[in-house]
Nanobody
């Protein structure tokens, strides 16, 4: 059974940085496309960033140039480095894994990120 555990959320001021981590178990991590999504109160969950098994990345326009997704296959962990945080980045951030061959999607429990002065 695939399990994803996120960490690293918290309360920061505008302009500050955070790094989220998501560690996977129960899966051949290297084959997975991993991603970060977020959901703000009253809004739908949205894509933040993804990274493929070949380390190709994709970002939402709203975070390009500020956020960086990376992966450490040896640690079965995907990271999201968030710089120059804005109040509008406030949300619950969820880790996602898409596992071959059936491309089944799995989710972590989420970690809260709050950007406020």
């Amino acid at each position: 059974q695939v399990q994803l555990v996120e960490s690293g959320g918290g309360l920061v001021q505008p302009g500050e940085s955070l790094r989220l981590a998501c560690t996977a178990s129960g899966t051949a991590f290297t084959l997975n496309t991993m991603g970060w999504y977020r959901q703000a109160p009253g809004k739908q969950r949205e894509l933040v960033a993804t990274i493929t098994s070949g380390s190709n990345t994709d970002y939402a326009d709203s975070v390009k140039g500020r956020f960086t997704i990376s992966r450490d296959n040896a640690k079965k962990t995907v990271y999201l480095r968030m710089n120059s945080l804005k109040p509008e980045d406030t949300a619950v951030y969820y880790c996602n894994a898409v596992v071959p061959p059936l491309q089944k999607s799995y989710w972590g429990q989420g970690t809260q990120v709050t950007v406020s002065s």
